[in-house]
């Protein structure tokens, strides 16, 4: 894979970056990083700003650090499988049978993704192997989703399912049904185990979509 193709990986799966820690990441010098950063930039796929979280706080002193990120035609980079057509065909069912029957389709799909991720968690028995066999489920669908362990005092035991890409996501934004539809996927892979919520969300402006699984306390 080129140093180009692995910066947008990169940005993709880490969120934005500095030149240095890009660098650093790719053991690349500190020029090599932004010579490919600057060429990245001028065909549209990544930008440079000071608009980091981190940025935000004014945690950092000095001169604000620069954190490069994907521009829209960069999410775009990574493949939406069978965008076009998939969009097609969800205008084509409205305008055939109206938003009823649009419902009735996703509903369908959704029942036929239950089936299916049910099966393949079944052999799974606690929340943790199950959220981590559920990413594993995702990147295999193109999501580059990942799971993690939530170390918070606060919040003890929960798991977080990050997806990095959205492989449906021209669909999605055509209709967003297909989001609550994953949501209640998610709720019924762990149901008895785990409360799941949506905390960010590609289509709200965020840069990927995240799942907090928080463990049904015993009483």
């Known amino acids: 894979m080129a140093n180009n193709e692995k910066i947008l990986q990169l940005l993709k799966t880490k969120g934005q970056q500095t030149s240095q820690q890009l660098a650093d990441l790719l053991q690349l ?3 090599g990083a932004r010579k490919h950063l600057l060429n990245l930039a ?4 990544v930008v440079a700003g000071t608009d ?9 002193r000095g001169r604000p650090q620069q954190y490069w990120r994907l521009t829209k035609a960069g999410h775009q980079y990574f493949p939406d499988r069978h965008a076009d057509v998939s969009l097609q065909l969800i205008d084509g069912v409205r305008q055939l049978f109206g938003a009823t029957g649009l419902e ?9 993704q239950q089936l299916h991720y049910l099966q393949k968690l079944s052999n799974f028995g606690d929340l943790a192997a199950k959220v981590q066999q559920l990413a594993e489920i995702r990147r295999q669908e193109g999501y580059l989703a990942e799971a993690y362990l939530l170390e918070n005092s606060l919040l003890d035991g929960s798991w977080v399912l990050v997806e990095h890409h959205c492989p449906i996501c021209a669909a999605a934004t055509l209709c967003q ?4 539809s994953e949501l209640t996927l998610f709720r019924a892979c762990v149901e008895g185990l785990a409360t799941v919520e949506r905390t960010e969300h590609l289509l709200s402006d965020g840069s990927r979509c995240a799942y907090l699984f928080s463990p049904i306390q015993a009483d």
């Open 52 to 60: 980091h979280p981190e940025a935000a706080t004014g945690s950092s």
């Open 42 to 45: 001028e065909q549209g796929l």
């Open 29 to 31: 010098t500190m020029m």
């Open 177 to 180: 049904n297909f989001c609550r």
């Open 104 to 112: 009735q389709l996703i509903v369908q799909r959704e029942q036929q």
